[in-house]
């Protein structure tokens, strides 16, 4: 503070606007959930994957974490971090111009990886290996905080351990990056001790990352194996998927796809992805259209809708073109690639919305409270096949759905109809004793053929 006064002396005209320390590891963390820490450590990981094999196959690589109520370990054989990555962009806060780009990247904005270390713990430890170097940093954060320059400023640098080696050669199977975080913060340390929450990040992680998991890399949460947990459709010549694609002209690439399937209250909604990682879903608010009556949208999602999948893939090779938070748990909605998507989405949604709206009313009973023998669209429904994601190119496809017209065959209308009538319950009562009939419905087909026998009506 001295030498900033001492500026500010020689300079009265000079305004300071340099950030503090403090700003970094108590503020900017508190808006950052635990979960959210911990997937932005696995996006670095993931970003290691895509450098290593950019065609997508991720099959023999791992990513493995611990947690519990002392510590936080990930450990990863992604490729590492390149020693001179480390030494001028990795740990900076913020990314710089200069640092070259990971095409199709998830973790580009340069604050994940040291917010995760603040929000988490009172210590961190980095140990990477690549094939031409290794390094290893150990840093006690209160420590780090009153570090200052010979000027008595904030230093914001960090140290490597004496041991750090670069142009030399490493074996395939030393290469990764292992992350360990200890003691934890003491506020951390409770929450995860908590029973439900490993189960609440492995939910969170298999979400957020199915799209990685289903290309093969290996996730582990204390020694459990993750799934990828991708939407199905189902899907007949009848009830076709809907797709729609687009490529804007600053280069990002939109796919939307959306379609029936089997109702599951927790799965039906949006699913959108920013460069195949979760951002929201199933999102069932007015964000994606579901805006009730009155609104631009469809109708609030509720139970006949409980079928409705959607999904939206924004891709793109520069990662800040994506509508995306640095958080990466919502979508900027603001953003004129969304707001045209969003569009889209309702338009799309609208069909298939009123064939479900037909296929409920199906279910309904006729007035004299039967079961209707005819029931369309539910037909369609039950003739439709399951489809994976992973098969949807061999599916059939529309770019805009049309809900088929299904009239009830003629022959049907003709030959059936239903005689609705009312009449004092206590002598029906007495009828359906003597007449030995379980049910109003049955008393009066049984009245019915009793007439026409004993009228003798010819009834071919």
């Not at 840093?139 to 080696?165: A, C, H, M, P, Y």
């Not at 506020?187 to 990352?209: A, G, P, Q, R």
């Not at 296929?359 to 023998?373: L, P």
């Amino acid at each position: 503070m001295e030498n900033e006064t001492k500026e500010g002396e020689a300079n009265p005209k000079k305004i300071l606007g340099n950030p503090t320390k403090d700003l970094f590891v108590f503020i900017l963390t508190r808006d950052l959930s635990v979960i959210d820490a911990i997937n932005d450590l696995i996006d670095n990981s993931i970003d290691g994957a895509k450098r290593m094999r950019p065609g997508g196959n991720y099959h023999g690589l791992e990513i493995n974490l611990v947690i519990n109520e002392r510590e936080f370990k990930i450990e990863d054989n992604c490729g590492g971090i390149p020693i001179d990555v480390a030494r001028k962009y990795a740990f900076r806060f913020g990314r710089p111009k200069e640092m070259a780009n990971t095409e199709y990247s998830i973790g580009q904005f340069g604050v994940g990886m040291k917010r995760a270390f603040f929000k988490l713990g009172k210590a961190f430890y980095v140990e990477s290996t690549t094939p031409t170097s290794d390094f290893a940093i150990a840093v006690t954060i209160d420590e780090w905080l009153g570090q200052k320059t010979d000027e008595g400023r904030d230093d914001w640098s960090f140290e490597f351990n004496d041991d750090f080696k670069e142009n030399i050669v490493n074996i395939a199977q030393k290469i990764g990056t292992k992350i360990e975080i200890s003691p934890l913060n003491d506020d951390i340390s409770k929450y995860v001790s908590m029973k439900t929450f490993e189960d609440d990040l492995i939910k969170e992680i298999e979400s957020k990352h199915m799209e990685n998991i289903y290309k093969g890399v290996v996730i582990r949460v204390n020694g459990i194996k993750l799934k990828s947990l991708r939407p199905e459709f189902l899907v007949s010549k009848e009830l076709p998927l809907t797709k729609f694609n687009k490529k804007f002209d600053n280069g990002v690439d939109l796919e939307i796809i959306c379609g029936v399937s089997l109702p599951k209250e927790d799965k039906g909604g949006w699913y959108i992805f920013c460069n195949d990682r979760l951002l929201l879903g199933p999102e069932i608010t007015e964000l994606t259209g579901w805006t009730g009556k009155g609104g631009v949208g469809v109708a609030h999602y509720h139970q006949q809708y409980w079928r409705f999948r959607g999904i939206v893939y924004f891709k793109s090779e520069d990662s800040y073109k994506l509508p995306w938070n640095t958080s990466k748990n919502n979508i900027d909605a603001s953003s004129p690639i969304f707001l045209y998507a969003r569009g889209r989405m309702i338009e799309m949604m609208r069909p298939l919305i009123t064939f479900l709206n037909l296929a409920k009313k199906d279910n309904e009973t006729n007035d004299d409270g039967s079961e209707k023998e005819y029931k369309p669209y539910q037909m369609m429904l039950s003739e439709a096949k399951i489809v994976e994601l992973k098969n949807i190119n061999s599916a059939p496809t529309v770019s805009v759905f049309k809900v088929p017209k299904k009239e009830q065959p003629v022959s049907d209308i003709e030959t059936h109809i239903t005689i609705s009538y009312k009449k004092p319950k206590s002598i029906a009562d007495k009828l359906r004793t003597l007449t030995n009939t379980s049910s109003y419905r049955e008393l009066g087909e049984y009245t019915f053929d009793y007439y026409i026998n004993i009228e003798e009506v010819d009834n071919e």
